[in-house]
């Protein structure tokens, strides 16, 4: 339907035979592939331990349980994101309060917010890097370290993006990962957590398969005949045929990344002459895995019209995010409301989210380009 869609997947002969693999191998959850897949997963992100779970919702989950976040806890964490982060707070019967973004062209969490909603609830720190641009991570663990607070990484956006030399999801104390089918490598549904902290890791791996104490592979070679439950766990855990894409789409992964950048790089150049729009993109210091392409429309144009504009042309747009705090349950729950977070209402506002994926060619990001500029000199004469 789409000339130009939004994002598209990076699948060959690859994926096939890994998948394969597994079907022919006759073992289909929790074995040497997932371990296999952890291992380098844990290895390309630098930290001592990875887990393979079904999506990176319940990454965020199995985070919040991992740190004890319950009942009267506050968790301070960004509104300009996907609802499933701030909705994986309120599964443990925390309470997402919203810090609001740096600025219009930084719209990663604001450190000097974060402090300000900082309460003697406050439990825990939850940031994501928006679009793949590192947050300001040595504010935020300053931070944290100062008010003795665990920091929860969302990295749905941000696999190989890299601050001051360290991957994202091995800087703060648990990184949560997505592979869903339009992030930057997918498993179709899937996702990874990561940390460097020993207590954490024991928590997870009991939490993420039901808290029994022995897994199914350890029955089927004998090494153990039953199990106790030592805690109310969950069946969050990936299966055999997802890790196997998982192991390739990893090794392609920087690679795909690169190709992001040179097509980014691109767009900056190409709508750099437009009055008014502004690409979102990092500092230059930090590396970002570029997963989305954000620009800022001026306040003068209409977005619905200017995507329907793109829509006309073939050309998928999209918005991230409508802001969390302004949902009709988070309004309910909590009486949050307009006027809370203007940086955040503002850019939720004006943001448009234009096609990007590996796959896409420089002639797909003229049209585009071209499209945009048509519409603004329409629009603004
Ligand atoms: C995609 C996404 C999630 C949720 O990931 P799933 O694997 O679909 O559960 C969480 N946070 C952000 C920022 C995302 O983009």
Known sequence: MWKIPLSDINFDQK?????????????????????????????????????????????????????????????????LTFVAAPNSIIYTRGKPVFADITSVTNLNISPEDIEKKITAKTKAIQIMHY????????????????????????CAHSPGSEYKGKRCGSIGDIGCFSFFS????????????TTNDENIAKKIR??????????????????????DVTALGFNYRLDEIHS??????????????????????????ALSEIQGLSVISGNGISVSSNHILPVLLPEEIDRAK???????????????????????????????????????????????????????????????CDAVREYFKKELI
């Open 15 to 79: 994926e096939v035979e890994a998948v394969q693999n597994v079907i022919y191998s006759g073992w289909l959850t929790m074995g040497e592939v997932t371990k296999d897949f952890e291992a380098r997963f844990a290895r390309y992100i630098g930290v001592e331990h990875a887990f393979a779970v079904s999506s990176c919702t319940s990454a965020l989950h199995l985070a919040a349980l991992a740190l004890d976040i319950g009942e009267g806890d506050e968790v301070v964490c960004p509104s």
């Open 131 to 154: 679009a793949g641009i590192p947050c300001n991570m040595e504010s935020i663990t300053d931070l944290a370290r100062k008010r003795g607070l665990p920091v929860i990484e969302d």
């Open 182 to 193: 339009n992030k930057n490598m997918t498993t179709g549904e899937g996702g990874m957590i």
């Open 206 to 227: 009991t939490l993420r398969s039901h808290g029994m104490t022995t897994l199914t592979l350890d029955r089927h070679k004998g090494h153990a005949f039953s199990y």
């Open 244 to 269: 196997a894409l998982g192991i390739v789409q990893l090794e392609k992964l920087q690679k795909s990344n690169e190709r992001r950048l040179t097509l980014a790089t691109k767009y900056q150049q």
């Open 306 to 368: 200017f995507m329907e504009y793109m829509k006309q042309n073939g050309i998928q747009t999209s918005i991230h995010y409508p802001p969390a705090h302004l949902f009709d349950f988070y309004r309910r729950m909590y009486g949050y409301k307009e006027g809370m977070l203007p940086l955040t209402e503002e850019v939720s506002k004006r943001e448009v989210t234009l096609p990007l994926y590996p796959s896409m060619n420089e002639d797909s990001v003229s049209i585009v």
